[in-house]
């Protein structure tokens, strides 16, 4: 009997234009956690996606519990007790939390000798696997009602109601706050301890080393080794590490393929004129609810002032309303001394507004169309993109394969690939390449690194300095207080939707920003 509860040996995996996997060997134990790290794009969601059943090897072969399998469907995949969480939910909005985690395995009885859901029955088990697992939910909760943590808790729930052992989380902490990231971590711990078997894909250093056991790994779909023994003519190359005993430092390294910077350098602020000024702003969610409330602050040029507070305390809504996304219910916004408060998003961003939103598929792309498309949308009304009315496409293919290459975008085809098909982070690179290209007076930034490897991290905070010395003003809105702290001349802090405190950063800490960030007041 194998020790390991899957193996995955030698696996490759093409798709046009791009070798996502190559002769990569996996084997996971079990009751273990193993983490599979990578940079965006390195093929770590494509080789889980296959032991799930979403898509087969192209060569190579997958055992569970010792067995060689043909995984062909997720439903194969659950048959052999897999799940996965994918980054992206798989869930119907209109739907009950209940009706969401039963759907394809629903219970039934008879009335009147007609087959019915038994939804009274299944609540009743929803509840009482919630409870065992730690994962409180309500059952009757709409998807649409809930936050996204809890949406999250349901895809977990939908694995364990398939009595799935072994659990694939697919960047579970990406789109979470760090409360919320906390609260997981904890969970999947408990799975563990529970008997269950963890693969965890992810690129974040410190989560892997608070939960894992073993990490591997991928870079530009290989498996990436070290040398174990330093004998001359004896080394071994070894493909997974020990987490406990292998620094942050060494994965980074390793994932990236060369010495990472942790630290942001950058020269004092050299402020110019005032570029932003937000004089009493207040702005209304759609339920009329007052979500900022009179909010004033100036942003100048050669400066990046950074909005910290909890998630849901209204910094997003202030840059949605600077961009002009949402309407402002009062107050006035001011961009070099103009005020723009009734100008429409277009007449903003010829003004000098550029925007890169937290939703990057709502707001900041259209997925359907493909990159080339997408990084010439801020431009396409004006010369060389459009002459007459006539869009130019190959105006558009020159400005995309200069983005691509400034912006280490990596995609299967090139320009030419649709942008749902990127990963998470090479979708985001796209946004900030597009928007950074405007030459805007204001580059609005709002979780620029969410869902980033560490490498992308560490290249869009130097770029963002980089623009901050070329005399841009920079709006920064980050649930990351590392971020906060290591990019900011100024941090203004938000709670409840009012503003608690404006500083120079060099005057704050950590300690003191999460006080305020928990509305505790400081009187000095």
């Known amino acids: 009997m194998s020790e390991y509860i899957v193996e995955m040996k030698n696996i490759t995996k093409r798709f046009p234009g791009i070798i996502a996997n190559k002769d990569v060997s996996v084997s996971v134990k079990k009751g273990e956690i193993l983490a599979i790290l990578g940079e965006n794009g390195a093929g770590k969601s494509t080789l889980m996606s296959m032991l799930f059943g979403m898509y087969e090897p192209d060569e190579g072969e997958i055992y569970v519990r010792g067995e060689k399998v043909t995984i062909d469907s997720p439903m194969k995949a659950t048959e052999l007790n897999i799940g996965m969480v994918h980054q ?27 087959p019915v859901v038994d939804i009274k029955t299944a609540n009743a088990k929803i509840a009482e696997l ?34 799935a052992e072994i659990l694939i989380f697919d960047e579970p902490t990406a789109v979470l706050t760090p409360q919320e990231i906390d609260s997981l971590l904890e969970i999947i711990r408990g799975l563990r301890e529970s008997g269950k078997t963890v693969i965890l894909i992810t690129h974040k250093l410190n989560e892997i080393k608070q939960v894992a056991d073993r990490c591997v790994i991928l ?35 390793l994932m990236v393929g060369r010495e990472v910077s942790f630290e942001v350098e950058k020269a004092p602020a050299k402020l110019g004129d005032v570029v932003l000024k937000v004089d009493n702003l207040t702005v209304s969610n759609q339920d009329k609810f007052e979500v900022v409330k009179n909010a004033s602050f100036e942003v100048h040029a050669g400066e990046i002032l950074a909005i910290a507070g909890v998630s849901g305390n209204g910094q997003v809504d202030i840059a949605d309303a600077v961009a002009g996304t949402k309407p402002v219910k009062s107050g006035k916004v001011f961009l070099n001394g103009e005020d723009i408060t009734a100008l429409s998003i277009r007449d903003r961003a010829e003004k000098g507004i550029a925007y890169i939103p937290e939703d990057r598929h709502g707001c900041g792309l259209i997925m359907d169309f493909d990159l080339s498309d997408n990084l010439g949308l801020k431009k396409y009304h004006k010369s060389p993109f459009s002459v007459k009315g006539i869009l130019k496409k190959n105006a558009f293919n020159e400005n995309a394969d200069r983005l691509i290459s400034e912006h280490d975008i990596r995609s299967g085809q090139g320009k030419a690939t649709i942008v749902r098909s990127m990963s998470g982070g090479n979708q985001q690179k796209a946004i900030i390449a597009r928007e950074v290209d405007t030459d805007a007076d204001l580059i609005i930034y709002v979780q620029p690194t969410r869902g980033l490897d560490i490498g992308a991290i560490e290249k869009i905070r130097k770029d963002m300095i980089a623009q901050r010395d070329a005399g841009k ?19 203004a802090v938000i709670y409840g939707g009012v503003i608690q405190n404006i500083s ?8 003191k920003v999460g006080e305020y960030m928990m509305g505790v007041s400081q009187h000095e």
């Open 504 to 511: 120079p950063a060099s005057s704050l800490d950590e300690k």
């Open 473 to 491: 003003a920079i709006l920064l809105i980050s649930l990351e207080l590392d971020e906060v702290m290591n990019c900011a001349d100024t941090i």
């Open 219 to 253: 870079k530009q779909g290989e498996l990436v080794g070290y040398a174990s023994d330093k004998t001359p003519g004896q080394e071994k190359m070894a493909y997974d590490l020990d987490v406990a005993t292998t620094s942050t430092k060494t994965m980074a390294n």
């Open 88 to 114: 992206h939910f798989k869930l119907v909005s209109n739907y009950t939390i209940t009706e969401n985690i039963i759907m394809g395995m629903e219970p039934t009885k008879k009335v009147l000798g007609i």
């Open 130 to 163: 919630s409870e065992k697992y730690g994962l409180e939910v309500n059952p009757t909760d709409l998807i649409s009602d809930i936050p996204v943590s809890t949406q999250q808790r349901v895809e977990i729930l939908k694995m364990l109601y398939r009595e």
